[in-house]
């Protein structure tokens, strides 16, 4: 208990936490000026997220693919790259995971897992190809993420609607129901629970601790931190900084892939013929961001976010509040998050009365 | 640091309860009335198009009834949002749940299976359930009208189509609109082309600039959104001295981007179709099934005032919507 007090007085949990509080408080602030009453609008949000047991789920279910993506960020945020390309990882998970679903029959117990197998595969290697960019090439890897993204909607586009495509309709066919992942059938025949939770969640918890793991308690982890705190150090050190890019994007790219395999797989069923990113990749940038890098932070950080995106539309239901005026209280939050200094400048303001007042 | 915390949560505390009195009052229902709610696809509800159409047929039932309905709206950003918004009010028990748009038929379905007491719609999909109501639309039959216009109006010869995605509700407004023109005009060029979206106007407006270039005057669009690039295209055009015009799709798009442009509408009246079941269900008479809606019901059709169309041309449409409506001429669906 003392570690988990200790744990959220720390500087670094503390400076989230106010950022957070502050956001809150300011789109409090914009909301009394529109006329709306904050408190009913917080209240109402909160019910829609944890009001009762389908809309919990369901949040779950919205928290499931930024814990992915966010860990995608943050993953290559500490080998010192920034991949913009979560988005199109994702997506390319997605494909995988839908070829291997529509198109194979297979028992379950190979189906669904050979499925999430293949789209981590085509995430990494979606990942991959902009680190060996990088690594070879000196081509900066946030250009070459941003366009690698833009080809995975269009070619993952292009394969469903011409080769995966069901008759008449916008999107793939339906996966096998052995490569579902999905606990809807069995839970809603069991207890009547329509939300749709899926495997995903738990395979999400522990992508998490891998990426502790990698990071951390192994060889090639330190090394990739190593290039990350300074490439030049890590050469000198005998480290190949090059292969290390790549495998960080690699790796990266596989738990954006992991996101969008276990979406199709346990969400959708199928993947559509979309006409924008599904918005998960760039949620994860700031979802790293908040989460500080770290695996714990980048779950609470999705939690954070995808409570807040999924309440959101409880805000309106509940206080009226038109969804322009949420969108204004979601991006305070965010901003409050991630301009941390401003948040670093409040709290030294109180530390300083502090020790005046000593 | 803990007194920090504990600061600010007493201000924050201390500035809500001040400022409870200033907040709007709930906007939601209240249990007067039946409770109608309604959600978007991805477009939005101020996409100038579909979504707005069948909010407004809601608006105006409000304003018809008064105090004997409520209504209300969830915009879905996501695709994943379909199924938790039309649960949003299901659960709430609302009386009766619309879904906008072909896109999301599927969710539909699934949760009118998994909520049999509750009563839905959609708009554009026939959902084969007891508790759903569909209405779809005779896009074939208003289109064959104005391709009819643009074919009898073309100095060219060429004209163009721009479709939002590659499904059928678009298919058939390229059907129609391709055997109005051939019926008028059987020798008129007639480009294709598919955006994949209905929310990018830049792709629209694209669109529109490579058809203007291979010579084509007239544009019809079905395309949400994306049309407006359409719009926008044509007014630069015009603007520089090109005599090139667009057709709009949906609603009479002549009031939002203006006469000088836009040739005629090809309505789609999604806003009567709303209004009118809901109005049905007000009264107690909600039907599930299947409704389409063509000429014959004024479902679909070209608006009242058409400033740019000569007499003749409008004589000539009106003869074909008789011959559509007597079944004399059967239009192609696809």
Known sequence: ?358 | MKKVLLLILVLTLAMSTLLVGCGADKETADGQGAKIGMVTDVGGINDNSFNQSAWEGLQRLEKDLGDKVNIDNAESTKATDYIPNLNQFISANWDLTWGIGFLMGEDVKKVADQNPDAKLAIIDSFVDAPNVASVTFKEHEGSFLVGVVAGLMTKSNKIGFVGGMDIPVIKRFEAGFKAGVKAVKPDAEIAINYTGAFDKSDLGKAAASTMYDQGVDIIFHASGSTGDGVFNEASDRKSAGNNVWVIGVDKDQAIIFGDEITLTSMMKRVDEAIYQVSKDLVEGNFKAGLVELGLKENGVGLPENNPNIPADVLKKVEEYKEKIVSGEIEVPAE
């Open chain 1, 1 to 358: 208990m003392n570690k988990l007090v200790k744990l959220f007085t720390k500087e670094s949990s503390l400076i989230p936490l106010m950022a957070i509080l502050l956001g809150l408080l300011f789109g409090a602030l914009v909301m009394i000026m529109g006329g709306y009453n904050p408190i009913i609008a917080y209240a109402s949000l909160f019910k829609k997220v944890f009001g009762d047991l389908y809309n919990f789920g369901e949040t779950i279910r919205q928290i499931t693919p930024l814990i992915f993506t966010g860990l995608s960020v943050a993953f290559a945020f500490r080998t010192g790259l920034f991949n913009i390309g979560a988005e199109g990882q994702f997506v390319m998970g997605s494909l995988g995971a839908v070829i291997i679903g529509t198109q194979l029959s297979l028992p379950w117990y190979i189906h669904a897992p050979l499925a999430i197998l293949v789209g981590a595969l085509f995430g990494g290697i979606w990942g991959g190809i902009a680190g060996y960019l990088k690594a070879k090439r000196g081509v900066h890897e946030v250009i070459t993420t941003i366009m690698l993204n833009w080809i995975s909607l269009y070619f993952s586009n292009y394969i469903i609607a011409n080769y995966l495509r069901e008759p008449g309709q916008q999107h793939s066919e339906m996966i096998k129901p052995t490569a579902s992942i999905s606990l809807l059938n069995w839970l809603s025949e069991a207890f009547g629970y329509n939300a749709r939770l899926h495997w995903g969640t738990i395979i999400a918890l522990i992508a998490a601790f891998i990426f502790f793991i990698i990071l951390w308690k192994t060889k090639q982890g330190y090394e990739l931190r190593a290039v990350g705190f300074n490439p030049h150090a890590s050469e000198y050190a005998g480290m190949n900084v090059n292969r290390n890019i790549i495998n960080a994007m690699f790796i990266g790219g596989v738990f954006a892939g992991l996101g969008g395999a276990v979406e199709i797989l346990g969400v959708f069923n199928y993947q559509t013929i979309a006409a924008g990113f599904p918005g998960y990749g760039f949620d994860g940038i700031a979802v790293a961001l908040i989460g500080a890098n770290t695996p714990v932070g980048v779950i609470l950080a999705s939690i954070l976010f995808g409570s807040l995106t999924y309440g959101a539309p409880g805000m309106k239901f509940g206080a009226g509040v038109p969804i322009e005026v949420i969108r204004v209280v979601i991006a305070s939050v965010i901003f409050f998050v991630a301009a941390s200094g401003i948040v670093t400048y409040i709290l030294s303001l109180f530390k300083r009365k502090k020790k005046e007042v000593l």
